[in-house]
């Protein structure tokens, strides 16, 4: 069984970019995970609630198959964190599955992952990741290599899908 770690802000994420993607990967089988600053109740920026289920710090990148950062305001948190940029990175350096959708991006290009990459980002993010060497191409969903990024809830369907046929290789 494929396994994903879903990395969500522990307020103001984006309900349809974490629970649209959770539903179609564990429909398709996967395993999700999810992991925050905090374990809990988290809360998205609509009216969802979700668990996290441990804490970023201790996600082992041998657990899992990839790992997804999911978007909203509340992503911020993890656009500076070091944390952050290091577990991605050890999921990057292991060949594994890296994803994230809306501003969550961000994150990527600040662990320096998007340098001479394709990838997309909610509008507002695009300078970031130009700043960071990305190749911001504007579409919903960009696939390079085994980085896949979705630029907002509307690619929240698709940019699952994509996830799950890069799990499934």
Known sequence: MKKMVFVVAPEVFRDE?????????EAAGVNVVTAS??????????????HSQMLVKD????????????????AAVYFDDKTAHEKVKSFYDAGKLVSAICIAPVILAKAGLLKNKKATVFPDGADILKQNGADYTAKEV????????????QAAK??????LRKLNG
Not at 17 to 22: C, I, M, N, S, T
Not at 40 to 49: A, F
Not at 158 to 163: F, G, V, Y
């Open 17 to 25: 970019e974490y629970a649209e993607p959770k539903n179609i990967l």
């Open 37 to 50: 600053t905090v374990t809990g109740e988290i809360y998205g920026k609509i009216k969802i609630k979700a």
């Open 158 to 163: 698709n940019l699952a899908q994509e996830i």
């Open 59 to 74: 996600i082992k990148v041998e657990d899992f198959d990839g790992i997804f950062f999911v978007g909203g305001g509340g």
């Open 142 to 153: 960009e696939v390079d290599g085994n980085i896949v990024t979705g630029n907002g809830p």
